[in-house]
């Protein structure tokens, strides 16, 4: 009789950047229970990238071992599902004997799909118990996953580093141990000066907010408290004498902005703080004694088919993507280089080379930047001076290799680039934006009513300070 396969506790979190984890060197402690987890039995990515931004192309990538041309998906606001060639993981493993569960997500469907009670929402709603909530779903599921003769792949999709950054006590004070309402603080003042999503932060910054750092410190609280929560499935997996035959995978969709490059606590913008995400794989059965960090650059794409390997799934799938183990023994080829998209509240596409990147908008977008910009990611590693003007020849180079690339993509799947197709509705109006203008006054997020009512105790409370 063969042996049963191994369990897939998947850790898909949105908007968690790498760079913010103790796991991958940050120097405040964000992650300690996810840091002692994979200090064993493990390896870890260090850099892994979610080259189309946002959410749906980052998923749709991360669960089919595809790039977005495969996909057919680039737009947060995609139109239609993703393309019908393409076979999801969880397909794969219902096929080979798998329960396939999902947590808060739906966008390729699992056998069952749970979803989690709604803790979050605004300022005067309270703080946020995402994770929590999150646990009380899914606690008893593994329980009943466990209890059967099949193996699952359980996927979770922790909410807590995307915004509204809410942690409950004693976390949002972890990080930050100054005046949130110092009235000589003005570093919010272009976050609420900025139209477009003013009204969404005033709906979850304490009222009368003026330090910037303050908001920061409460994406890491966030991270913070999911890692406590995530300790309790940790160990959840121990009480349930299943840790040794259960994969434990962790990573994210794409990264987060916080008070980078003017795209306030959100996650668009073709930087790297958007784009550098966690990979990371705990697997006691196969790794038993291995404890890795790899320096090669992978990409979401790779996930599924490095997870095929461990588990010892053969299929007829052609990837986009790669086994990384074959990758890091030297069997494939790297893949240092890559074609980057998005399509949230901007439409860029560009090339990224660990020493350059180059973004070119497609349409006017609502911060005014440059169509054409150029970094040098070893000078200007936070991207703060756009050198495109210097290197003409350089941004040349990487355009003439965008334009091939999209030829060669373009060939091999039978249509069109998707950043030119399928994100034709990503701004809501059908059509290009003719100018920022138009851009900045027609994208807004936000509940005004009750910005305004926050506002109104915001005043309040800065004349009392």
Known sequence: MPAKKPNILFFGVDSLRRDRMSLYGYNKLTTPHIDRYFSTDSVIFNQMFSPSIPTTPGYASMLTGMDCFSTDVVALRHQGKVAPHCKTLQQVLREAGYNTVSINYDQTPFERHLQAKVTWGSWEQGRSRKAESLNEVAIPELERLAADDKPFFLFLRHMDPHSPYLAPEPFERMFYTGNEFDPNNKTLEPVYAFKPFCDYFRTWFPPGCTDAEYICAQYDAEIAYMDACMSILFNKLEALGIAEDTIVVLTSDHGETLYEHDCYFDHHGLYECTLKVPFAVKYPRKLKGVT??????????????????????????????????????????????????????????GWRTPEWKLILALEPDFHYKPPVELYNLIMDPGENHNVADQYPEIVKLYTDKIHAHIEKRTAETGREAPIYTNATKWNGIGRPFASSDEAYKTLHIGDPETAKRLQELGEKRKAQN
């Open 292 to 349: 890795k960090r790899y320096d090669n650059i992978c990409q979401l794409k790779d996930i599924m088919p490095t997870l095929l390997y461990l588990i010892g799934i053969e299929t007829d799938i052609k990837f986009d993507g790669r086994n990384l183990f074959d990758v890091v023994a030297g069997k494939a080829p790297e893949e240092p280089e890559m074609y980057i998209t998005e399509a949230t509240w901007m439409r860029k596409h």
